[in-house]
DNA sequence: AATAAAAAAATGAACATTCATTCATTAATG
DNA sequence: CATTAATGAATGAATGTTCATTTTTTTATT
């Protein structure tokens, strides 16, 4: 799995055949298929195991009962932290939900929220009601704060931009005027 | 040209095969050949031909002395509205970008800005200068800007939200708060 | 206008390559 | 000795590209 990550976070789902991760993995082509029924199947599992990790890193430490603002900066620093700190997780899973592999999975996560989302719907929800948030749809709000999130994440693991830490606090707290009534 | 486009757009590169292209231009499979050298040429081509279009289309018209608040909600609105009027186009470069043949292209792009962004790179430029806009690199900026746009037509073309008039608007005024001081 | 010759374009079967997957065989483990 | 795992060559399907052949279009000649 560990091959597969970094085969297909570097060249993408065609630039990762099973023989060349089999090489990287130290085994024979044949030895994956032991233990993953397809190329299908290993990359699901994969997909769902780093799922698995980000909530759980998220989560850690999350001041649930801090006022909304702080929750919302803190959560927007975890997301990016770990992307930052992990880019072949976010180049996997960026290729996948821009696969047909991502896409239905999408469609269940849109509508019945999952955890890890559920931190954010929350703050998103108490906002509104207690008019500290624009009253917009989730999926809206949502998009104003991982869009400039994961734009620039790509940047970064791609080498185009160098994100240094004030500037991370700037462009959460940015994105928190974006929401912010 | 157009066949690829649908194909590509609708089932990304690989669910796009020369033999289907063909049969959807009603064409044989050699005669794609006489007038592109390869798939990638095809596809670049394609790209190039995608990208003049829209920043013809984005500049028409554009308010070039109005206030700056003015002439970032035009553009955001035109860009919106273009990808809303043409969601083959965005999967196709949405495709496009994320694969290796957008990626060095895009290393160009950062450094040397190009036609169509030097419009918003101006605006962000003096909006600087005058206090207007926060002291954040373009790349920053550009990201609190198009982040959310991409992200919500992206959703959009899939069909998962629904974006109507009122709301493209107000998506617009969230992205000039998050980049306004 | 009519015809012939030449050039250009279209065709699609054949080719070569890539790649996921299988399986008979060998090695390791309990 | 039995069971499980590993191996890697072989298989077959998919796909980009080529090219000899056919069809269409253009040009030249009568």
Redesign the interface.
């Known amino acids: 799995m560990e091959a597969a990550l970094e085969l297909i976070a570097e060249?993408?789902f065609?630039?990762a055949p099973m023989a060349e991760i089999a090489e990287k993995a130290k085994v024979a082509a044949g030895t994956i298929y032991t233990y993953f029924e397809s190329k299908d199947v290993l990359i699901n599992e994969l997909h769902q195991e780093l799922e698995k990790r980000i909530t759980f890193e998220i989560q850690e430490n999350f001041p649930a009962f801090a006022p909304l603002r702080e929750r919302f900066l803190y959560l927007f620093g975890k997301v990016l932290q770990y992307f930052l700190k992990h880019p072949l997780h976010f180049r996997f899973l960026?290729?996948y939900y821009?696969?047909?592999y991502g896409?239905s999975l999408?469609?269940e996560r849109?509508l019945g929220k999952s955890e890890g989302q559920t931190l954010l719907m929350d703050i998103f929800e108490q906002g509104v009601e207690e008019n500290i948030v624009?009253k917009?749809?989730n999926?809206?709000l949502?998009?104003?704060t991982?869009?400039?999130?994961?734009?620039?994440v790509r940047?970064h693991t791609?080498g185009?931009?160098n994100l240094e830490e004030p500037?991370l606090e700037?462009?959460a707290e940015?994105?928190w005027?974006?929401?912010?009534i």
Do not use: V, Y
């Not at 991982?146 to 620039?152: I, R, S, T, V, Y």
């Not at 005027?177 to 912010?180: P, W």
């Open positions: 060249k993408g065609h630039g960026e290729q821009n696969s047909p896409i999408r469609r849109i624009k917009f749809p999926g809206i949502a998009s104003l991982f869009g400039p999130l994961f734009f620039l940047d791609l185009f931009i500037l700037q462009m940015a994105c005027d974006a929401i912010k």
